[in-house]
């Protein structure tokens, strides 16, 4: 069984910075790509960054400039540097892995809150 499990979610100011991380445990045989979701309070989840198997990157358009996803060496832990942070940017974040398992190929965090506020 694939678990991913996260971590540094909080409270900040507007324009304070929040690092998330994000391990994947279990068997995993190649991981396609890893990446961030968030979810604000009535809105659905949306892409916030991902990351491919090659490296390449992808940014919600509201969080380009401000954000960068980043992965570790072994390619199953991923990280989110969000610096600039805005209210609207307040929700919980999920970590989300695609994958090639013993059990499927989607898996997802428990999530983490991220709170925005002065």
């Known amino acids: 069984q694939v678990q991913l499990v996260e971590s540094g979610g909080g409270l900040v100011q507007p324009g304070g910075s929040l690092r998330l991380s994000c391990a994947a445990s279990?068997?995993?045989?190649?991981?396609?790509?890893m990446g961030w979701y968030r979810q604000a309070p009535g809105k659905q989840r949306e892409l916030v960054a991902d990351?491919?198997?090659?490296?390449?990157?992808n940014y919600a358009d509201s969080v380009k400039g401000r954000f960068t996803i980043s992965r570790g060496d072994a390619k199953t832990t991923v990280y989110l540097q969000m610096n600039s942070l805005k209210l609207e940017d307040t929700g919980v974040y999920y970590c989300?892995?695609?994958?090639?398992?013993?059990?499927?190929?989607?898996?997802w965090g428990q999530g983490t809150q991220v709170t925005v506020s002065s």
């Open positions: 279990g068997i995993i045989f190649s991981v396609y790509a």
């Open positions: 990351i491919g198997s090659g490296g390449s990157t």
């Open positions: 989300h892995l695609r994958g090639r398992t013993v059990a499927g190929s989607d898996y």
